[in-house]
């Protein structure tokens, strides 16, 4: 799949399909870049207006950033389906003898490990995409501050959703080690993020109002 030639319409369809991909991981990377399209757009919108000359240099930060961050959840969306059909590659390996068994365990062990880190990756660039976000918020033009507002809104959501596919990738995977580590990773950038999103919603509240 390569979702930079597709259409928004093949995606959907593809998305609204019995196939196992692509599927929440794919959605909640495209999400993310969304919203880190809405932070690029404030700081566009922002960069060269005599008004906001203080915060240039801030705004060009957040355009580079939010771009890389967009560029790379945008890569993420088949890199997550391709980590989700390297796990149905290994449940449908042959386990007749305990030699095989043992090999599709092993197999299956790690493609489920890499199915985990790649939705847990999407959710750590949603997070900076968060912090790029509030900055646009903050200093950005205020009458674009509502797409800042938007922006937090869904790289949480898009955050909150790559983490689900950690969670259930983790109820498969044995190794407790791995499972405790990123179980705690998990709750703790899940935390996080909801709060940094209403810290954003406040601000956003408050430059409306000011």
């Known amino acids: 799949m ?32 969304l919203a880190a399209s809405l932070a690029c757009m404030v700081a566009s919108l922002t960069i060269g207006k005599k008004a906001y000359q203080s915060v240039e240099a801030d705004m060009q930060t957040v355009l580079t950033e939010a771009t890389r961050l967009r560029d790379q959840l945008l890569q993420l969306i088949d890199t997550d389906a391709e980590a989700f059909n390297h796990v149905m590659v290994a449940m449908k390996l042959p386990q007749t003898t305990e030699n095989e068994k043992a090999e599709r365990k092993k197999k299956l062990e790690e ?13 750590s660039l949603c997070y900076r995409v968060l912090e790029l976000t509030e900055v646009a918020a903050l200093e950005g033009n205020k009458n674009a501050v509502s797409d800042a507002g938007a922006g937090a809104v869904l790289g949480e959501a898009a955050l909150q959703a790559a983490l689900l596919n950690v969670r259930i990738n983790l109820s498969w995977i044995h190794e407790t080690a791995f499972k405790n580590a990123y179980s705690q990773r998990r709750d703790a950038l899940a935390g996080r993020a909801t709060s940094k999103k209403e810290e954003i919603l406040k601000i956003m509240e408050s430059r409306l109002k000011g």
Not at 111 to 123: G, R
């Open 2 to 33: 390569n979702t930079k030639t597709q259409t928004l319409d093949a995606f959907s369809h593809a998305l609204s399909s019995s196939a196992p991909t692509p599927g929440g991981g794919s959605a909640a990377a495209l999400t993310g870049s």
């Open 111 to 123: 493609a489920l490990k890499h199915a985990t880190e790649i939705p847990y990756q999407a959710a």
